[in-house]
């Protein structure tokens, strides 16, 4: 059985983003499994986080640019006057994970975000990204206008929150450990190491 961790992620926290490195770099060498697991740091109705400069501008140069140049990740603070909504862009990831296409979705989001500085609240860059990952645009299209996956999400969302009392992003759990913040590979490695009979349970939601 192959070892097994779980992600828990929101597309606008840049730590999320910088963790991803290291954590594929180490399921791919040691063969793990990786479940993403949607998070939202502004859910509705909570306010929405007004101003990405001032939302980043400390963190962002006392630690996160800092350690994207250390990790050789391309990052930009998003010129925007707010920090995008998420929910769709999650509700998209539940259609991305039908077709087996979670990862590489979520790869392409964050990039699109962090990269490219794109309004991921917008269905139609989150369809674009769809596109590209050879999902068929339209059919994703409806399915975020018709908020097809709206409780999916939800439902996602609760066991992030209640079951796995998840109450901060990135947090990685592997096994019996619990890792919050920004993981080093250094980190995952031992984490793995240490609990390599993590095996893929009840954890479909």
Same mark, same amino acid.
């Given at each position: 059985m192959k070892a097994h961790a779980e992600f828990y992620f929101d597309f606008v926290c840049p730590l999320c983003f910088l963790a991803t490195k290291p954590l594929r770099e180490v399921s791919q060498e040691q063969k793990a499994e990786i479940e993403w697991k949607p998070f939202e740091l502004c859910p509705e109705p909570t306010q929405q986080m007004e101003q990405v400069e001032d939302f980043l501008e400390r963190p962002w140069n006392r630690s996160i640019a800092p350690l994207a140049q250390q990790l050789h990740v391309e990052m930009k603070m998003p010129d925007m006057s707010a920090v995008p909504r998420t929910h769709l862009a999650h509700e998209g990831f539940h259609f991305a994970k039908k077709h087996g296409q979670e990862?590489?979705?979520? @790869?392409?989001?964050?990039?699109?975000?962090?990269? @490219?500085?794109? @309004?991921?609240?917008?269905i139609e860059v989150l369809a674009e990204i769809a596109d590209s990952l050879h999902l068929d645009k339209e059919i994703f299209t409806r399915i975020l206008k018709d908020r097809t996956f709206e409780q999916v999400h939800k439902d996602s969302l609760a066991?992030?929150?209640? @079951?796995?009392?998840?109450?901060?992003?990135?947090?990685?759990?592997?096994?019996?450990?619990?890792?919050?913040?920004?993981?080093?590979k250094e980190?995952?490695?031992?984490?793995?190491?240490?609990?390599?009979?993590?095996?893929l349970e009840d954890r479909e939601k």
């Open positions: 990862s590489a979705y979520v @790869d392409a989001v964050f990039k699109a975000y962090w990269e @490219d500085e794109k @309004d991921i609240s917008q066991y992030a929150y209640e @079951d796995a009392h998840v109450t901060e992003v990135p947090t990685l759990k592997i096994g019996s450990r619990v890792l919050q913040g920004f993981a080093s980190t995952v490695e031992k984490a793995l190491l240490h609990e390599p009979s993590a095996k």
